[in-house]
């Protein structure tokens, strides 16, 4: 899963669940007492080098219903994404979402180790 279609396997999957803050989204009301709003939701995988690896992401367009806006209010907006990146490899994961109303912007970096070292160091933990 993912945009580069240059991408050689194997592979491991991210799978990435997240939330965004309501309040930190331009939300228009609507007719019907409905809420909308626009973001772009981006998930890019790279190596150590900064070379990027894969990428997916896309926009989120959201009309919300009274009931389905009352349930963000509690928890946040709710976003899922999956991404294919080689699977013995160090990974510098960098997520960004962009708020089209506002043009408001936030990011979230962080690396993950290849598996297998994360392996050896639950096993030197024990």
Known sequence: MGQNEK???PFRR????????????TFTT??????????????LAYDRNGNALNWIGGTMRMNLKPET???????GIPGHLELDVPRDQE??????????DSSRAGTL?????APQESAKAQEGSR
Do not use: C
């Open 7 to 9: 991408l050689k396997g």
């Open 14 to 25: 991210l799978s990435v669940d997240f939330f965004v803050r309501w309040s930190d989204v």
């Open 30 to 43: 609507g007719r019907g007492n409905t809420h909308k709003g626009m973001l772009q939701v981006e998930l």
């Open 69 to 75: 806006w009352a349930a963000v209010q509690k928890s």
């Open 91 to 100: 990974i510098v994961l960098s997520t960004g979402v962009y708020d089209y």
């Open 109 to 113: 970096q962080i690396d993950l180790p």
